[in-house]
């Protein structure tokens, strides 16, 4: 199996397919390297395409210390496979928990990101909220241990954001859920613990996000109650963003809808790399 290896030795598992300029896809909490499947056989096509599992998730290492699942950690592995690659610098598109370490990247190591897709990005930010969502992580991390990932995905999979899904593709919704059911509990808990429940707030850090030129597009499904408000928040902020919102769509974008989620990323990265996608034109902006 093809392994990058970490700063702190954790073996990442990552596979890629076709050539041109990189696309590095970045998964969210519930998923792993193989949720990118649909976007990894559409883009592979004119572009080097990889997908890795993220520390924690098989058949990555599962650390078993608590203490090296950081947002640092996380955004840094990133930068780890790439360097295992040799690649210098890629398109990120990420998801949710992977939107975050995309972000993260543009902000402490912006020569790596040639674009960032942030899809489902910011649930959790509400600084009004916060220290309840960061219980909640730690309450789910024990469930995690004491009941095993199995059953926590029958709760996960019934929770507002991941109703679209549901509603929309049963059993797509069911296979995506039927593999978070096998997760490592412990590298579910730790990551549920140390990163979704300890990462700094998007809105903690609006001078750095002010400052971030890489341009980004951000995607947002419109039933994805916890994730428009730091949508906009971006939008707003990123000076090279857009943004754009899936109708009835809610948290799993890249599955719920891969045809348009392709269609737009893919529009995306063609501006960008035509050079076509520049800092909003002061012109544009509504004074006071």
Known sequence: MPYAVASDNTRLYFEEAGSGTPILFLHEFAADHTNW?????YFSRGHRCIAYSARGYTP???PVSSEVYTYKHFYTDALAVLDHLKIENAH???LSMGSYSSLQI?????????SMTLAGVGSGSSLENLESFRAQCRATAVEF??????KVAEVTREAPGRIPFLVKDPRGHADF???LARHDAKGSANTMRSFQGARPSIYTMTDAIRKAATPALIICGDEDDNCV?????????LPAAGLTFFPKSGHVLNLEEPALFNETVERFVALVEAGRWLPRDPRSMVAG
């Not at 499947?37 to 056989?41: D, G, I, V």
């Not at 241990?145 to 199995?150: C, D, M, P, Q, W």
């Open 92 to 94: 990120l598109v990420g």
């Open 229 to 237: 408000e730091p949508s906009l928040f971006l939008k707003k902020h």
């Open 106 to 114: 543009a902000l402490n190591a912006p020569r790596r990101a040639l």
């Open 60 to 62: 990555s290492d599962a």
């Open 37 to 41: 499947e649909p976007q990894m056989r």
């Open 145 to 150: 241990e004491t009941l095993g990932s199995a």
């Open 177 to 179: 859920y039927a593999n």
